[in-house]
């Protein structure tokens, strides 16, 4: 979590600390970049360039003293060859070869080869000290040196320096300057290699530049400090032709770079160079050394802003933490104390906060009068809107009332339509029946008044007979169709009255109330045709669902058939599966606007207001098909095409809850 | 705490920025030693070794090194002294070497293996070949032969070819675990042949001995034949004491001497003079002649055994090195693979790092070591 925190920024706002701190850091940064990159690209290259000049010169000048130094035996040799040519007594030459052997300190022996490369005479320095195991100088007397390749390679006239090579006289590597002698034999000088490494000693320009002498094959010859056994004895192969016979480059011994000059020693056979090199660390360590100091010196910096800013932010923190607390104080109604603000900006704030303080707190005052005035007037209203509610709460029941009223006397409207409808179905065989009866009455009083005379004919009471049958049956299918018709009505009457769960047969039901509305229905021209399956029977209320169907009917006639002539309602019945019926009640009357068709069932919703209509006709097939027949009712109409009335009900429809 | 923090992200992208600009440097070198003697009367083999050694490793280098590491050759010259030897082997191991080529002679070898078997720092030597250390599983691995095999067939062929019947030894004891063996086996087998060894003369060639008086005891012991068991410079100086009395005397030597020092410092006096030979200079094949032409670019002058050696030995190390990369699995990994190519014939390594290579003979003819059969 640390570790997360350290890397990404915090979340929400930074603090002013926070920010201050970033631009700082952001500062010094970029301060370090930019030293970084003028030491990079400035520094460096001029550090580079001013070694490699140092290095030349150096090794340079320690070729020339070295070559100076090996020109020395050579320019000896030479003379101690001219004195030989003169002389001609073995003794002569000894001293002679002595005399040479002491002029020159890096000679370890002086020794002269016969004309088969014999060694016939030799000569060492008095105290060899430093070589290793002194050696018998007499006991090489006699050696045969003439396969060796300074004996092979000896020219005339010409003194020459040897390749190194191991000395069968001293057992070391060495060199020597040889010297042919006018017998064709060789005068040879070795020399010791240690001793020639020595000459460099003295050139030494400081501990942090090396300088070394290395033969052709990249051996290291001379080591300035001996530091020989600190590495290879050879110079790598790579920093060999990176230097080639003599220029500049970084050359990398045992993993250390170095920057490093070369500059040859040539003097005879020798092919030697002399390689001045400084580790390129140390080269590099002036320019790392401002880098580190101007780092440092940020870092301090760094510290040192860090802190002043952290005590000053701080000391603002804490400024605007007191205000903050100000602000809460102001929060709760009091007027802050005076506080100690020790810098000008916070001064001014914390005075402008106090003025804003008091401003705020008369502001509050005026808001609180304003408030309780606002709060009495409003209980005012909120009293009156609670009369008003009341008022509109006692209308709104006796509006209930008065609706049940309507519908009770809608009802007995209807029921009393109804009844008068009866009275004149009624009335017809009942009138039938009467005429009839009055009929039979005469006849009788004519067959009395017959028989009472004498002209009584079997043919005339016959006559008489079959007129009184006649009229009896006549009057008897009248009073069957007045009693069926009052059967009808009764049936009715109680379905609606006692509204008792039943099962019914559909078909009856539709026909029962339809023959009640005939005389209505006559009188508008309207026909009804029913195209039903027989003996759908139902569980449920009969009494509702005449009256659904006695209301949608009378609305086609009403409503539908309103402008016209007459027309033809009809009404299909068919089976949904086993458990639902569809009824549609159909009409090709005006329509009923689109308007209005959303509304049609809303109670008291009326398009004959004033014309005695109630507005409830639908409202309560409504509220009938989908209470007590558990079903549902949709409309469809188009204006001057028609309009149907789709009810979708279970055959059997649950027990009604009578509360 | 949580502004410092901030900072804290700012100071890992200045060190990060800072390391960028410094730039990431290339893999460091993989470390491999050489002690040799460089110095004295040996150093005709020392560098040689040396040279073989370097060769092998610059031109791996050439090649892009191991596994894109560099190798570097530290070398220590063991001045002939077991001091100065054991010395080298500890500041190569502080200098973390993978591997040491050498030493180049048997007493040094002898005086450090078990040192070295301690320290568990390989010792791969070139020219060791002393029998005190042959059938040993230790960190000393060679690629040459047991010098008593050598003295054996040394002596074998003297008697059988060359119908030599008596013969005097002169032994260097500076470098006597090479030259016991060799010796030892040498007269063995040629007494077992029917030889007869007439003396078995010992000096030590560091302590500035008397070629001459060495010359005359051998002359005086009657015998048909001197074989010298020293250094080159040594066997050099002997046979121009031998051939001074004797001119007619049968001369040969052991490997050891057969160097390219010998005959220029052997002059007229080892002509004739019989050597077992390690390699053999007239190979014309391809692998030789490469080598050959690779050694002279580099160090303008022919290889010698010594050379050849050890860039045999180096190879062994780099071939090693090259199947594992793990320090401490370098002689498991040297041992398993087993045979190596050579620069001249393929030598095979046993359980122990002991090699087998083949081996003629040669004598001097006109300076040069000529193939004899």
């Known amino acids: ?659 | 705490m949580k502004p410092f923090l901030r900072i804290g992200t700012f100071l890992v992208l200045a060190g990060v920025l800072v390391w960028a600009l410094a730039g990431c440097g290339p893999k460091p070198a993989l470390k491999i030693g050489f002690i040799g003697g460089l110095s004295g009367k040996f150093s005709d083999l020392g560098t040689a070794t040396r040279n073989g050694a370097l060769l092998a490793i610059e031109l791996v280098n050439d090649r892009g090194g191991v596994r894109g590491r560099p190798l570097v050759l530290l070398e220590h010259d063991d001045m002939q002294s077991n001091e100065q030897a054991l010395l080298a082997l500890q500041a190569l191991k502080e200098q973390s070497v993978v591997a040491i080529i050498g030493p180049s002679t048997s007493s040094i070898a002898v005086a450090i293996a078990p040192v070295a078997t301690d320290k568990q720092l390989l010792l791969v030597a070139p020219t060791a070949s002393t029998s005190r250390l042959s059938g040993k599983d230790d960190y000393f691995l060679r690629s040459i032969g047991d010098s008593a095999f050598y003295g054996r067939a040394a002596a074998h062929y003297h008697v059988s070819k060359q119908g030599v019947r008596s013969a005097a030894l002169i032994l260097d004891m500076a470098n006597a675990d090479y030259t016991e063996s060799w010796g030892d086996a040498y007269a063995q087998e040629f007494q077992r042949l029917g030889g007869k060894v007439m003396r078995v003369e010992r000096f030590t060639s560091t302590q500035n001995p008397d070629h001459a008086a060495l010359a005359r005891s051998l002359v005086g012991s009657g015998a048909e034949s001197v074989v010298t068991v020293a250094s080159s410079v040594d066997s050099a100086l002997l046979a121009q004491r031998v051939k001074a009395l004797k001119p007619g005397m049968r001369l040969a030597g052991a490997g050891w001497a057969s160097t390219e020092r010998l005959i220029e410092l052997g002059g007229a006096a080892v002509e004739g003079m019989l050597f077992e030979q390690y390699f053999d200079r007239f190979d014309a094949s391809p692998k030789y002649q490469n080598f050959l032409q690779a050694y002279r670019v580099r160090f303008k002058a022919d290889p010698g055994f010594g050379a050849l050696l050890a860039f045999d030995a180096a190879n062994m190390v780099i071939a090693g090195l090259q199947a594992t990369e793990q320090p401490s699995q370098l002689k498991a990994s040297i041992l398993a693979i087993g045979k190596f190519e050579g620069a001249q014939n393929p030598l095979y390594a046993d359980a122990y790092g002991d090699v087998v290579r083949a081996v003629h003979f040669g004598a001097v003819r006109n300076g040069v070591f000529a193939k004899s059969d």
Not at chain 1, 32 to 39: G, N, Q, R, T, Y
Not at chain 1, 576 to 588: K, S, Y
Request: proline share 3%; net charge neutral.
């Open chain 1, 1 to 659: 979590m640390r570790l997360r925190a350290f890397f990404s920024w915090q979340q929400g706002l930074p603090t002013l600390h926070q920010v201050v701190l970033r631009w700082v850091a952001l500062v010094v940064v970029l301060q370090l970049v930019f030293s970084l990159a003028v030491a990079r690209y400035q520094l460096f290259p001029q550090v580079e360039a001013l070694q490699i000049k140092l290095n030349e010169t150096l090794a340079h000048n320690i070729a020339r003293s070295s070559e100076q130094a090996l020109v020395r035996p050579m320019t000896a040799l030479q003379a101690a060859l001219k004195q030989l040519e003169q002389g001609g007594a073995q003794a002569w030459s000894a001293s002679v070869m002595q005399q040479l052997v002491d002029s020159i300190d890096a000679a370890e022996s002086v020794y002269m080869l016969d004309r088969f490369g014999r060694v016939v005479a030799i000569s060492v320095p008095p105290t060899s000290e430093q070589s290793n195991a002194p050696y018998a100088a007499d006991k090489r007397l006699g050696l045969d040196l003439s396969r060796s390749e300074m004996f092979r390679s000896s020219q005339k006239n010409r003194v020459r320096m040897s390749p190194i090579f191991l000395s069968a006289v001293s057992d070391r590597p060495t060199v020597a300057v040889t010297g042919p002698l006018s017998d064709e034999g060789l005068l040879v000088m070795e020399l010791s290699l240690n001793r020639l490494g020595q000459l460099r000693d003295d050139t030494a320009p400081g501990q942090e530049v090396q300088a070394l002498v290395v033969d052709s094959n990249g051996q290291i010859m001379a080591d300035q400090y001996g530091h020989k056994a600190q590495r290879s004895a050879m110079l790598p192969i790579e920093a060999m032709r990176q230097l080639g016979k003599g220029g500049a480059a970084v050359i990398t011994i045992d993993d250390v770079r170095w920057f490093a000059s070369s500059a040859r020693i040539a003097v005879g056979a020798l092919d030697w160079r002399v390689i001045v090199m400084r580790p390129e660390a140390l080269v590099y360590a002036p320019v790392r050394h401002i880098v580190l100091a101007t780092t440092i010196t940020t870092g301090l910096f760094l510290v040192f802003v860090v802190s002043l800013l952290t005590l000053t932010t701080r000391r603002f923190t804490r400024a605007i933490e007191g205000l903050r607390h100000d602000a809460f104080a102001l929060e709760a109604g009091r007027i802050p104390a005076t506080r100690d603000m020790r810098l000008q900006e916070l001064a001014d704030l914390d005075a402008s906060l106090r003025s804003m303080a008091q401003a705020l707190l008369q502001r509050e005052a005026a808001l609180i009068q304003n408030n309780e005035a606002l709060e009495a007037r409003v209980q005012e209203r909120t009293q009156h809107l609670m009369q008003v509610n009341a008022d509109l709460e006692h209308a709104m029941r006796q509006l209930r009332h008065t609706q049940t009223e309507l519908v009770q006397s809608g009802k007995m409207a209807a029921l009393g339509a109804m009844v008068a409808g009866v009275a004149h179905e009624i009335n017809t065989p009942l009138g039938n029946a009467r005429l009839t009866s009055s009929s039979l009455v005469h006849r009788a009083q004519q067959l009395r008044q017959v028989m009472e005379g004498d002209k009584v004919s079997r043919a005339h009471i016959h006559q008489c007979a079959a007129d009184l049958e006649e009229g009896a049956a006549l009057i008897d299918r009248s009073l069957e169709r007045a009693g069926n018709l009052v059967h009808s009505f009764k049936q009715v009457a109680v379905d609606q009255t006692s509204n008792r769960r039943r099962v019914f047969v559909l078909g009856e039901i539709i026909a029962e109330n339809l023959m009640l509305l005939s005389q209505r229905l006559s009188k508008a021209h309207v026909k009804v045709r029913v195209n039903a399956p027989d003996k759908v029977e139902m569980l449920g209320y009969p009494g509702d669902l005449g009256q659904v169907i006695t209301n949608l009917v009378e609305n086609a006639q009403v409503h539908g058939y309103a402008d016209s002539p007459g027309g033809e309602v009809t009404i299909d019945v068919a089976l949904q599966g086993q458990a639902r019926v569809r009824i549609q009640v159909r009409d090709r009357g005006r329509g009923i606007p689109k308007a209005s068709l959303e509304r049609i069932f809303d109670p008291f919703f009326t398009s004959r207001l004033g014309q005695g209509g109630s507005g409830l006709g639908l409202s309560i097939v409504f509220g009938l098909v989908t209470q007590s027949l558990a079903g549902s009712i949709a409309v469809e109409s188009q204006e001057g095409v028609g309009t149907v009335f789709t009810l979708d009900l279970p055959l059997h429809a649950p027990e009604r809850n009578e509360s």
